[in-house]
């Protein structure tokens, strides 16, 4: 089991909207809400990377081998970036 705690503020103004854990061949997500805890447990083997979606700044990313997340140190603006944030608001608002 694979458990993850965010420290980010969860009002219902701004919150993460979703966590999820990507192996190489499965994703599983966990769907959060305002006033909630920013934490989710994953029962899934060699986690690659971590998602976030925070409803005010966006998608992005940790990778939980090295611990670095893209948002402190190297933002990439990419057109992906771009369409998986517009997914992500579509499904989750």
């Known amino acids: 089991e694979y ?24 994703i599983q997500l966990v769907k959060l809400y305002p006033e909630g805890n920013a934490e989710a447990r994953f029962k899934i083997n060699g986690v690659k990377k971590l998602y976030f979606y925070c409803n005010r700044s966006g998608l992005f990313y940790m990778n939980p081998v090295k611990g670095m997340d ?24």
């Open 3 to 26: 458990y993850v705690r965010i420290e980010h503020e969860m009002t219902k103004k701004h919150y993460i909207s979703f966590i999820a854990a990507v192996s190489s061949d499965r």
């Open 70 to 93: 893209d948002r402190r140190n190297d933002y990439d603006d990419t057109q992906e970036r771009r369409q998986l944030e517009e997914a992500a608001k579509m499904l989750f608002g």
